[in-house]
């Protein structure tokens, strides 16, 4: 084949011609780049490749790695897993063998990816995130994602979200969170007040304290940048004042980065916290936030608050009337803002009541699971007022738009949540930033896993410049 009759089979000579007469147009001071990025516009991307691999969370537990190829670049997504999982929340799809990774191995799912949902989307445009997801769910049939595994679902649902917002615009690219931004239909993008855990109790430690974490809340902050510096001072000298109380020893951290001080009062814990945020000098800035977790240690009907000192256990026992009492003392006494399962995930009626006294947000997380039947109930019934996001429990990118749209109707706050077992994608951040979701819940200012949802979180306040809105005191809307 001669070179024109190459030119003439694939149109070569009026599309180069297109593309010199756009760029004489634009003036452009660089006409090879423009007539490069002009020539790459007129190819449609599409995914070509699909490859999933093993690797190990932030806890050294085997979790799912993607790499997503297009016939435009490759995509990486990994997805984080939490210590347990709820009957109303997709389920992840491990290997059970005892014998590798104590069966906590992924393998059957890196091979659903490779071999089932690769050739399922190969040839599909990544712009079109909704039609992706809905493809792995009819390939899954089941209602949690148990066949294929929602971590092999969710892995590959963010990387085609990734190659989406590289693609669109006219194969320009469009940051991560501007695309899905406008998938939600949302025109606000938002950065959010960060939620930053300073202690780590219940499940997450290895403390005697039953609550699961205690977070602070930079919302008086007048940018992120500024929320970022708040909470790490704040968090520099929490150590500094558990180290000068019960010394150094108890400066070790829980899963998610929080100081474990082995106390078991919850005054105590807070007290600790109330004397930080003093001696960082932002009392009136930064508020406090409980992750009570109560379904943890709900024994029956009662809450055992002795529960991680196997010698001490059921000798503090609380009936669901004495908790909330302590919530209503606690909330006069300290700059709480807002309380995460205060009561057991299936006691709706005092998770009800709570919610009544309006004395501060009221977050679900075990009693929703990001479940939307569940969300619906919650509406329905005014059981609390605030969604915690867990990618995880959803399963595709489509589904946690609709239930964060979902919460959003009903004027319910929205968190967006890390897991204990994280990665280093940053996926959360840029989620957060388009949902305009206002909290963000991804640990301590410390260990890179956490530090890498705070860090991008900082680069795209940067890349937004002048257009950059802080939730702050807005923190709920």
């Known amino acids: 084949m001669s070179v024109q009759e190459y030119l003439d089979k694939h149109m070569l000579s009026r599309k180069l011609e297109d593309a010199v007469n756009a760029a004489v147009r634009a003036k452009t001071s660089d006409p090879v780049l423009f007539i490069s990025n002009h020539m790459r516009k007129s190819v449609q991307s599409v995914i070509t490749k699909i490859k999933a691999r093993q690797i190990l969370d932030s806890r050294g537990i085997p979790t799912v790695e993607v790499d997503l190829h297009t016939n435009k670049g490759v995509f990486r997504a990994s997805v984080p897993s939490g210590n347990s999982t709820g009957m109303y ?26 071999d089932k949902i690769s050739e399922a989307l190969i040839g599909m445009d990544p712009t079109l995130q909704s039609q992706i997801d809905q493809a792995m769910i009819d390939l899954d049939k089941t209602e949690k994602k148990g066949e294929l595994g929602v971590n092999a679902i969710l892995a590959v649902s963010i990387a085609a979200c990734k190659a989406g917002a590289a693609e669109k615009e006219a194969c320009l690219f469009v940051p991560l969170y501007k695309h899905i931004a406008d998938m939600s239909g949302k025109t606000n993008p938002t950065l959010p007040v960060p939620a930053f855990t300073v202690i780590s109790g219940g499940k997450h430690a290895g403390s005697t304290l ?12 007048s940018k992120f940048e ?19 109380k019960s010394g150094a020893h108890n400066c070790n951290v829980g899963e998610d980065g929080g100081y474990a001080p082995n106390i078991s009062s919850f ?4 007290d600790l916290v109330k004397e930080a945020i003093s001696r960082s000098g932002y ?35 609380k009936s669901a009337e004495d908790m909330l009492e302590l919530y209503k003392e606690l909330c006069s006494e300290y700059p709480i803002v807002s309380i995460e399962d205060p009561f057991d995930k299936e006691d709706w009626e005092h998770i009800k009541h709570i919610s009544s006294l309006g004395i501060c ?11 939307a039947k569940r969300i619906e109930r919650a509406i329905t ?54 949902l305009a979701s206002g909290v963000i819940k991804a640990g301590a200012p410390c260990r890179g896993e956490r530090l890498e949802k705070y860090n991008q979180l900082l680069r795209i306040e940067e890349e937004l410049g002048d257009q950059a809105v802080y939730a702050g005191d807005d923190w709920r809307q």
Not at 95 to 104: C, E, F, M, T
């Open 89 to 114: 929340e997709a389920v992840e799809l491990r290997d059970g063998d005892k014998g590798v990774y104590l069966g906590n191995g992924v393998s059957k799912a890196v091979k659903n990816i490779n």
């Open 210 to 221: 039953a609550i699961q974490e205690i977070m602070i809340l930079p919302i008086g902050a």
């Open 226 to 244: 500024e929320a970022l510096r708040m909470g790490t001072e704040t968090y520099h000298h929490l150590k500094a004042v558990i180290t000068e």
């Open 267 to 270: 005054r105590e814990a807070l």
């Open 283 to 317: 009392n009136e800035k930064i508020k406090i936030a409980l992750d009570v977790s109560a379904t943890n240690f709900c024994i029956g009907k009662r809450y055992d608050l002795d529960f991680q000192s196997p010698q001490k256990s059921g000798q503090n026992f």
């Open 361 to 371: 947000q009221v977050v679900g997380d075990d009693l929703l699971m990001s479940n």
């Open 381 to 434: 019934e005014s059981a609390c007022n605030a969604l915690l996001l867990k990618v995880n429990q959803v399963g595709t990118v489509t589904e946690v738009i609709e239930v964060v749209k979902q919460a959003k109707e009903a004027h319910w706050g929205v968190v967006t949540s890390h897991r204990c077992g994280e990665s280093v994608d940053s996926f959360i951040a840029d989620l957060s930033v388009g």
